[in-house]
Structures are given as structure tokens and as C-alpha cells.
């Protein structure tokens, strides 16, 4: 749903969970890439299905897990 008022929905929301670190609006098969960060994979979970997936207009979620940092500025 990208209508005005659901993505302005969702980025007032987003902003309340603390362990979102970023949040970028896709040009993609996705509308939305966050970096979240918790200290374990349970912790992750209880994020995803507690605070994330109940965020406004989220129909459905991807998770990819980073292996290794190769460059950060």
C-alpha cells in the first residue's frame, strides 16, 4: 500500500522501535530495508513478531542475517 497516508503510517511508527537502527524506502520488490540489531536470534524474533510485523500496513517480512562486515565506513 503506497498510498501517502500508509507510508507516512508506517515511518511515524518505525521510529518507536529501538532496536530498528535504520530504515530505508526501497525502489525494490520490497518497500522497506531496516537494520535491526539484537544481542541473539530469540531476541530477534521477539522484535520481528512483537514490534515489527505489527508496525501499520506490514503485510509481510524477509530476514537476511549479515555474516561478516566486509567494508563500513
Known amino acids: 500500500d503506497t498510498r501517502s497516508a500508509a507510508p507516512d503510517a508506517f ?33 530477534y524474533r521477539r522484535v520481528l513478531g512483537e514490534r515489527i510485523s505489527a508496525l501499520p500496513h506490514v503485510a509481510q517480512t524477509s530476514t537476511f542475517v549479515a555474516m561478516e562486515t566486509v567494508k563500513d565506513r
Open 11 to 43: 515511518n511515524r511508527s518505525v521510529q518507536a522501535v529501538p532496536e530498528n537502527e535504520q530504515c530505508h524506502m526501497m525502489a525494490s520488490s520490497f518497500d522497506y530495508l531496516l537494520k535491526v540489531r539484537t544481542r541473539d536470534i530469540a531476541a
